[in-house]
């Protein structure tokens, strides 16, 4: 059955502007091709697919929208039209200022902060989640539309971007441990035990990974790295430099730059994979399929097919 809602199209060069009625005459509403719902609603309106007016309506309304699809996106999360609630209660005001900015620009992006929601609530400590609160607090954080925190570290400005300082806890690069000052190359997944991390937010200087904002990071090393950190793997937020750094114990490491992004979602792929089970040789680093460590000569260093020292 064709709908019968009455509308009409205005063009002007690149744009478009659409204006559907309400056939019992209680209004009509307006949206341009800038909107993010334009394409669907001008189909709805050609193909008469039966949708009513109040159907239309509600797609129109952004914040309206955003919050009927964020219940289904979730069975956590809820719109009561002005606060964004986890399980009925208000979430914490950065999250609230990140869906304002969302819902400003249009930007149905939101479901980055569905997948951020959910992993944060895969953290195993109450207290870290709250500290995680305070340092998101320090600024208008970023994150990737997989929902995780995008950090900087300030490393040295060497091949390998070498942490700042040492430390005598193993640290694990790609699976392969190292004590001292650890390599952060790019795509690189860095990892401690979190048994090992201080917990303890009234210490300044402890052990435990260290992500800052980017103010923090940018002042500490000699190089800049963009890092990636699943809210997961937070354990703690010291006090001291106004909150603008945490310690996590795992972060992957995406490249180096010099400039803050300041987009509320960052779209960017990266190698992050809460499931890598892969095996890594203990001597080189490759993944151990790839591994060439058993078939070279220890003596001469050539392929043991190409090998005379035998």
């Known amino acids: 059955m064709k709908t019968t809602i009455p509308y009409n199209v205005i063009s002007t060069g690149n744009d478009s502007t659409i204006t559907f009625f309400d056939p019992a005459g209680s209004g009509s509403k307006t949206l341009s091709s800038a909107h993010p719902n334009y394409a669907r609603v001008r189909d709805c309106l050609l193909s008469g697919d039966g949708s009513s007016y109040a159907d239309l309506a509600v797609l129109v309304d952004t914040k309206t929208h955003i919050a009927q699809s964020l219940s289904k996106l979730s069975d956590h999360i809820s719109y009561d039209g002005t606060n964004l609630l986890w399980d009925g209660d208000v979430i914490n005001n950065a999250l609230a200022r990140h869906m304002l900015r969302l819902l400003k620009d249009d ?184 591994c060439v460590c058993d078939s070279t000569c220890s003596e001469c260093g050539e392929n043991v097919d190409d090998c005379e020292c035998l």
């Open 107 to 290: 930007d149905q992006r939101y479901v980055a902060l569905v997948h951020f929601m959910e992993r944060l609530a895969k953290n195993p400590s109450q207290v870290s989640r709250v500290h995680l609160w305070t340092w998101l607090e320090s600024e208008d954080f970023t994150i990737t539309p997989d929902g995780l925190i995008l950090g900087y570290k300030g490393v040295q400005n060497v091949e390998d971007n070498l942490s700042m300082r040492s430390g005598v806890e193993p640290v694990y690069v790609n699976g392969v441990a190292h004590i001292g000052h650890i390599p952060n190359p790019a795509g690189a997944t860095v990892e401690i035990p979190r048994s090992y991390v201080q917990t303890d937010r009234n210490v300044a200087c402890s052990v435990g990974l260290h992500v800052g904002t980017w103010d923090y990071a940018n002042g500490f090393g000699r190089k800049l790295l963009r890092v990636l950190v699943d809210p997961a793997d937070v354990v703690s937020v010291p006090k001291d430099s106004g909150c603008a750094k945490m310690r996590v114990s795992r972060y992957v490491v995406l490249d180096a730059s010099e400039k803050k992004v300041v987009t509320p979602i960052f779209d960017y792929v990266g190698p992050f994979d809460d499931d890598d089970d892969e095996d890594y040789c203990s001597d080189c680093g490759a993944v151990v399929e790839e």
